[in-house]
């Protein structure tokens, strides 16, 4: 784990303000290239000691789509995070990186070898892709039906995982904060709704539990969001009737809550638990630290690179789906 420091000294700032923006302290002023910065060495410094591959000779170019603009994976950093350590897994591979939004797509000029895309790309847009390059693999996205290849992570066990730890802590009072994400380079007026939510419902009726009496608070991906949201819950639900730990789809909503459980008056873990998901790196510097499951961003990466080059190489031409397990992460916030 990098230290606090060790992120300062690469930034060039204080502890003090690495630790407030890693907290998404909004009382601090300072601008959104230093918010980046931080949260790009964070990442680098965990992911550089895992990306030891010495480097091979250019063997060409390959796109790296990206569904976020860089604003919004400031909110969402597990984005920013797919986004660094895919491009090291390029780099190390010999092949050139080069990246594309969804109001700059790539085209035949672009003389790609293959395109990895990272976010939630539709139908359509994939469609297009594949008149630039045949050989396509998504990393966090359900393309089963686009014929690419596609790596995503289990969220149905990683919402099973959280879950059951709650319940061997002895919580019978549960509560899911969803996520519904939308991206401002796309012009669309509705959310994309997670699944994580249906899956809370579905294993709950499965174990036999009543889920009208679980609340399901939805928000976006983001830490503002998620704390509105959890405020005005708590100033109209009366303690008596609070879950006593809740489940969150990703790290920035768990991060949100709890500074709006804190600011209510309750402690967590004692009051009020919370289990994240993502296991982004900021999750162990929030306080109290974060309990979350880790989706294996370092092997989705790995497994989209081996399948892409597997599709250039000419070894296959059949999309594969592979599904990658979750873990949990156990810290101090359950």
Same mark, same amino acid.
């Given at each position: 784990?990098?230290?606090?420091?060790?992120?300062?000294?690469?930034?060039?700032?204080?502890?003090?303000?690495?630790?407030?923006?890693?907290?998404?302290?909004?009382?601090?002023?300072?601008?959104?290239?230093?918010?980046?910065?931080?949260?790009?060495?964070?990442?680098?410094?965990?992911?550089?000691?895992?990306?030891?591959?010495?480097?091979?000779?250019?063997?060409?170019?390959?796109?790296?789509?990206?569904?976020?603009?860089?604003?919004?994976?400031?909110?969402?950093?597990?984005?920013?995070?797919?986004?660094?350590?895919?491009?090291?897994?390029?780099?190390?591979?010999?092949?050139?990186?080069?990246?594309?939004?969804?109001?700059?797509?790539?085209?035949?000029?672009?003389?790609?070898?293959?395109?990895?895309?990272?976010?939630?790309?539709?139908?359509?847009?994939?469609?297009?892709?594949?008149?630039?390059?045949?050989?396509?693999?998504?990393? $966090?996205?359900? #393309? +089963?039906?686009?014929?690419?290849?596609?790596?995503? !992570?289990?969220?149905?066990?990683?919402?099973?995982? =959280? @879950?059951?730890?709650?319940?061997?802590?002895?919580?019978?009072?549960?509560?899911?904060?969803?996520?519904?994400?939308?991206?401002?380079?796309?012009?669309?007026?509705?959310?994309?709704?997670?699944?994580?939510?249906?899956?809370?419902?579905?294993?709950?009726?499965?174990?036999?539990?009543?889920?009208?009496?679980?609340?399901?608070?939805?928000?976006?991906?983001?830490?503002?969001?998620?704390?509105?949201?959890?405020?005005?819950?708590?100033?109209?639900?009366?303690?008596?009737?609070?879950?006593?730990?809740?489940?969150?789809?990703? $790290?920035?909503? #768990? +991060?949100?809550?709890?500074?709006?459980?804190?600011? !209510?008056?309750?402690?967590?873990?004692?009051?009020? =638990? @919370?289990?994240?998901?993502?296991?982004?790196?900021?999750?162990?510097?929030?306080?109290?630290?974060?309990?979350?499951?880790?989706?294996?961003?370092?092997?989705?990466?790995?497994?989209?690179?081996?399948?892409?080059?597997?599709?250039?190489?000419?070894?296959?031409?059949?999309?594969?789906?592979?599904?990658?397990?979750?873990?949990?992460?156990?810290?101090?916030?359950?």
């Amino acid at each position: 784990m990098a230290t606090l420091k060790d992120i300062a000294d690469q930034a060039g700032v204080s502890q003090a303000t690495v630790s407030r923006v890693l907290n998404y302290d909004q009382g601090l002023s300072v601008t959104d290239e230093t918010k980046r910065k931080i949260f790009e060495i964070a990442e680098l410094l965990h992911y550089e000691q895992k990306s030891k591959k010495k480097k091979k000779k250019t063997m060409g170019a390959l796109g790296i789509c990206y569904w976020y603009s860089y604003e919004e994976e400031l909110e969402d950093v597990f984005y920013l995070s797919l986004r660094k350590y895919i491009e090291l897994c390029v780099k190390a591979e010999g092949y050139e990186a080069k990246f594309f939004q969804l109001t700059n797509l790539p085209t035949a000029e672009d003389n790609l070898s293959g395109i990895v895309t990272i976010g939630k790309f539709t139908e359509e847009q994939i469609s297009y892709l594949k008149t630039v390059t045949p050989h396509i693999c998504t990393i $966090d996205n359900d #393309a +089963i039906d686009y014929d690419v290849d596609a790596v995503n !992570a289990n969220l149905y066990q990683g919402t099973l995982l =959280a @879950i059951e730890q709650l319940l061997r802590l002895g919580h019978t009072r549960l509560g899911m904060l969803g996520g519904a994400r939308k991206t401002e380079l796309e012009n669309v007026s509705e959310p994309r709704y997670d699944g994580r939510q249906r899956y809370f419902e579905r294993i709950l009726r499965r174990i036999g539990m009543d889920t009208s009496e679980f609340p399901i608070l939805m928000t976006s991906f983001t830490v503002d969001s998620a704390y509105t949201a959890m405020k005005s819950y708590l100033e109209a639900t009366p303690a008596s009737d609070l879950p006593t730990a809740f489940v969150a789809a990703n $790290d920035p909503i #768990a +991060i949100g809550a709890m500074k709006a459980i804190k600011e !209510a008056g309750y402690r967590i873990p004692e009051d009020i =638990a @919370i289990i994240g998901m993502n296991d982004v790196h900021i999750a162990e510097y929030v306080s109290p630290s974060l309990t979350t499951v880790q989706i294996p961003i370092e092997q989705m990466c790995n497994e989209a690179l081996r399948l892409l080059k597997s599709r250039i190489d000419g070894e296959t031409e059949v999309g594969r789906q592979i599904l990658l397990s979750t873990k949990l992460i156990v810290r101090e916030s359950c």
